[in-house]
């Protein structure tokens, strides 16, 4: 009875949950009457004129590509800063190591969205507003102390002994690193790249306030774009919006098993 109860419990929350993203796609292919009906449409012929709608906005590909751009980019960059910093923490004893974990801690509890004047005022002042190289900067700085603190779990539960056997064999400290140690980090940089991902490519109030140039946007500005006189788009909307999760979603069924067991080890390790 009691699995029954826990397994029951699961497929209602998982229903909860993916009952919205079925929705959102559903909607995506129906027609505009279907859209704006009262009555809930379940049966319907599927029909792709809210994607014609969705990509053939102006820049869309422009849109597309600086996304990954800065998404990729941003993740690559918080995964090698990540991975020296966190090092140092797990395995060098230096002063001022416990104020540098207090303010990794610090920076990933805080809401960057009370930064944004002050980020919007020093890149205006450094001329460097709608540009596709600050927003990667500024989202490598969101993701990097989330990114330290989980590499440092792992980092912290590799046994020092089998680096100083690699060093004992004649390996330098950074030939035994990424002999040994990094190998064994794959399910967190698989669970930190994933979360960075996500941050980035979902980020909007950054990309609204610095960017604000048309060739200069990403793909969540680019959902803001399906409105008339009458109201907004919804079936292109959800059509954009579609297409917008797409990629996240792959990218999880690709990672999910490294993902929740690098989420949960490097919750509790260190």
């Not at 990509?55 to 800065?70: D, E, P």
């Not at 998404?71 to 140092?88: F, K, N, Q």
């Amino acid at each position: 009875m009691r699995k029954i109860l826990l397994n029951g419990s699961a497929l209602v929350l998982a229903g909860l949950f993916l009952f919205p993203v079925y929705w959102m796609f559903a909607t995506s292919f129906k027609s505009n009457s279907q859209v704006l009906s009262k009555d809930p449409v379940f049966w319907f012929t599927p029909t792709f004129e809210h994607y014609e709608t969705a990509t053939g906005v102006n820049l869309f590909w422009t849109y597309v590509a600086n996304s990954f751009v800065v998404t990729i980019g941003a993740v690559l960059l918080a995964l090698g800063v990540a991975l020296m910093a966190s090092y140092a923490i797990a395995r060098m004893r230096f002063r001022g190591r416990r104020g540098m974990v207090i303010a990794v801690m610090m920076a990933q509890m805080a809401p960057w969205e009370i930064l944004i004047i002050v980020v919007y005022l020093n890149a205006r002042d450094l001329q460097m507003l709608n540009s596709i190289g600050t927003l990667t900067l500024v989202y490598f700085v969101m993701a990097l102390p989330f990114t330290i603190w989980t590499l440092r779990g792992f980092i912290a539960a590799v046994p020092k002994e089998l680096e100083e056997s690699a060093m004992i064999d004649g390996c330098s400290r950074p030939q035994a690193f990424f002999r040994v140690i990094f190998p064994l980090l794959a399910p967190g940089l698989m669970a930190t790249s994933l979360f960075g991902f996500i941050m980035a490519w979902n980020e909007y109030a950054m990309v609204l306030v610095l960017n604000k140039a048309p060739d200069a946007a990403t793909l969540p500005l680019w959902l803001t774009q399906f409105q008339t006189a009458f109201g907004n788009d919804w079936g292109a909307t959800m059509a954009a919006s579609s297409l917008f999760t797409i990629p996240v979603l792959v990218l999880f069924v690709l990672l999910q098993r490294r993902v929740t067991g690098g989420l949960a080890a490097g919750a509790v390790k260190g």
